[in-house]
């Protein structure tokens, strides 16, 4: 089993930035792909970005493309979404996963508890 947990959310106004992190325990594998995904209310689950074993090959979605940065540092078994120019419709319950790097969030076997991002206008 993995254990996943989110921190650094909080309360931002518009413009602002956050640092999300997510550090992995138990069972770590260095070796799989982590993404980040988000879920406001009312909507489905949404696929942020995911980012390779190794950190080389990252994915993102349009809706955050040149704001949003995933990183990883597998020596801390963490993973990192820097996330800038926030804007209110980024205001959701940020997931962390581990499992894949694919969009799809069945794709991914292991989650956390979720961390809440609100930007205000």
């Known amino acids: 089993q993995v254990q996943l947990e989110e921190s650094g959310g909080g309360l931002v106004q518009a413009g602002g930035s956050l640092r999300l992190s997510c550090v992995a325990a138990g069972r770590t594998n260095s070796y799989v792909g982590m993404g980040w995904f988000r879920q406001a209310p009312g909507k489905e689950r949404e696929f942020i970005a995911s980012i390779s074993s190794g950190g080389t090959w990252k994915n993102y979605a349009d809706s955050v493309k040149g704001r949003f940065t995933i990183s990883r540092d597998n020596a801390k078994n963490s993973v990192y979404l820097q996330m800038s120019s926030l804007k209110p419709e980024d205001t959701a319950l940020y997931y962390c996963?581990?499992?894949?790097?694919?969009?799809?969030?069945?794709?991914?076997?292991?989650w956390g508890q979720g961390t809440q991002v609100t930007v205000s206008s």
């Open positions: 996963a581990a499992g894949s790097t694919l969009t799809a969030s069945n794709r991914y076997s292991y």
